[in-house]
């Protein structure tokens, strides 16, 4: 596709349960980033990937989250034991290098825990 | 923490140049500025960045002071449709875009 493809648009799961949630970058972007957007909030950052590895995890805000990118494409960010607190919108960027540039955005995965 | 200052909210009448101001007086010599916007219920879209000098492109100018404290983004002809919140950011290399609250642009017709 043209751009950055974020499954499922929206996901309604009950508290405690796992959640995954998928993002498709633009072909050829080696960079991948995960936000979070609350209501009336800017994107919260959470976890970069350069490549297959992840070069800044540090808005990542407790174990219960983790992200993977094994061949250095698709990405999928995982919740664990997921609480009311975890609702939100989570975006997904890439960008193409390493050095700087434009992040192209996904439309968001909309979450909400019930 | 977002290192940028702008005003919560703007209004400009459809047809006029909308500026809008941003603050970044702890910006480093390597830190380039950055515009994103963000329509509701959409992804944040790039607007323009840059390091020292003024850009253009054809979504909007970006004027940076010769101090690089601070910086205007000019859309110069605003239509309803450039309705949105709008970030600044200050950014080295590929690092996170760290978000700040932005400032809501009201376009009225």
């Known amino acids: 596709g043209a751009g950055v493809s974020q499954t499922p648009s929206n996901k309604v799961t009950e508290k405690g349960k796992y959640v995954e949630l998928r993002c498709d970058p633009i072909s050829g972007h080696t960079a991948l980033y995960w936000y979070r957007q609350s209501l009336g909030q800017g994107p919260e950052f959470l976890i970069y990937f350069q490549g297959t590895g992840a070069a800044d995890d540090s808005g990542l805000p407790n174990d219960r989250f983790f992200a993977v990118r094994p061949e250095g494409s698709v990405s999928t960010l995982k919740i664990q034991r997921t609480e009311r607190g975890d609702s939100a919108v989570y975006l997904c960027?890439?960008?193409?290098?390493?050095?700087?540039?434009?992040?192209?955005f996904g439309e968001g995965s909309r979450l909400t825990v019930l | 923490d977002a290192k940028t200052t702008q005003p919560p909210s703007m209004d400009c009448a459809e047809g006029r140049a909308a500026n809008l101001p941003c603050n970044h007086s702890t910006i480093s010599g390597n830190e380039y500025v950055y515009w994103y916007r963000q329509i509701h219920s959409q992804g944040p879209q790039y607007i323009i960045h840059?390091?020292?000098n003024n850009e253009t492109n054809e979504m909007a100018s970006l004027i940076i002071t010769e101090d690089r404290k601070s910086s205007t983004l000019i859309l110069p002809h605003a239509t309803l449709r450039d309705t949105a919140v709008y970030y600044c950011i200050v950014r080295l290399g590929a690092q996170k875009l760290v978000f700040g609250q932005g400032t809501r642009l009201t376009i009225n017709p």
């Open positions: 840059g390091l020292k």
């Open positions: 960027a890439s960008m193409m290098g390493s050095l700087g540039g434009e992040l192209f």
